[in-house]
C-alpha cells in the first residue's frame, strides 16, 4: 500500500489543522492505521491510531481531547484532526498501517507501511 500524507502548514498557537492521508493499493479497510510525529532531534512518537471499522481509536496522552482520529473506508483515507495547537505539537507528522492484529497499538513496530510525512508548524 502506498501512503500519502497532506494537509500540514503553519498554524498559531491555539489554532487548528487537520491532516490527512490517502491509500492506494490495497483495500484500506483491511488495515489498522495510526499517526506518529517526529520533531527535530527527537524521536518518532506515537500521537493516535483507529482500528479497521473506526470504532475503536488509542490516543497519545499529550492530545488526547485536543485531538480526534477519524477514517473514511469510502474515500481511502485517514484524518487527523487538531485543536488547541501548541508549539509543542510542531513536527512532521506520519500516517502508518497494519494488516495485522485488532487493537490499534501505539507501538511503531507494529506498523509495516509509513507515508512520506506532513509537516505541521504551530508558532506561539
Known amino acids: 500500500v502506498q501512503l500519502q500524507a497532506s494537509g500540514g502548514g503553519l498554524v498559531q498557537a491555539g489554532g487548528s489543522l487537520r491532516v490527512s492521508c490517502t491509500a492506494s493499493g490495497r483495500t484500506f479497510s483491511t488495515f489498522i492505521m495510526a499517526w506518529f510525529r517526529q520533531a527535530p532531534g527527537k524521536e518518532r512518537e506515537f500521537v493516535a491510531a483507529?482500528?479497521?471499522?473506526?470504532?475503536?481509536?488509542n490516543y497519545a496522552d499529550s492530545v488526547k481531547g485536543r485531538f480526534t482520529i477519524s477514517r473514511d473506508n469510502a474515500k481511502n483515507t485517514l484524518y487527523l484532526r487538531m485543536l488547541s495547537l501548541k508549539p509543542e505539537d510542531t513536527a512532521v507528522y506520519y500516517c502508518?498501517?497494519?494488516?495485522?492484529?485488532?487493537?490499534?497499538?501505539?507501538?511503531?513496530?507494529?506498523?509495516?507501511?509509513w507515508g512520506q510525512g506532513t509537516q505541521v508548524t504551530v508558532s506561539s
Open positions: 483507529i482500528s479497521r471499522s473506526g470504532g475503536t481509536t
Open positions: 502508518a498501517a497494519t494488516t495485522g492484529g485488532t487493537y490499534p497499538s501505539s507501538s511503531y513496530a507494529y506498523y509495516d507501511y
